[in-house]
C-alpha cells in the first residue's frame, strides 16, 4: 500500500474540510406511522472531503501518486487521521480538482472514503 508523498502538505485545509459518516441503517416507510429503521452494516463508509494547497511543482508530484501510484485513484493509500494523527486507509471516492488561487498557488479539493 502507498502511503500519502512527504513532499506534499501533510495537515488538511480546515476551511475545507468535512467528514459525512457512512449509513449503516434502513429505513423502510409504513403506511401508518413512523417509518421502520434496522441496520444493515456493522461500521459504514466515512466520506472525507477536503483540500491542501500545492505549488506549480507539487503539482507533478500529486499527479504522479494519483494517476500512476493510485492507478487514478483506484488504489488505496495511506494518510494520517485528521482526529487521532494515526495512519488510515483512504480510496478517492472521485476526481480530485486543482483551482488556481494566484501566481503559483493552486488549491486541490478531493473526496476520500475511509476504508473500513
Known sequence: ?????????????????????????????NEVGPAKVRSRATDGVDVYTCSILLDYDEQATFETFYKTTLNNGVNVFQFDDPFTGSPVDFRFKSAPAITPIGGRTFQLTMSWEKMP
Do not use: D, H, V
Open 1 to 29: 500500500m502507498s502511503s500519502w508523498p512527504i513532499s506534499l502538505q501533510q495537515k488538511l485545509n480546515t476551511a475545507a474540510f468535512q467528514l459525512q459518516y457512512g449509513i449503516t441503517s434502513i429505513r423502510s416507510e
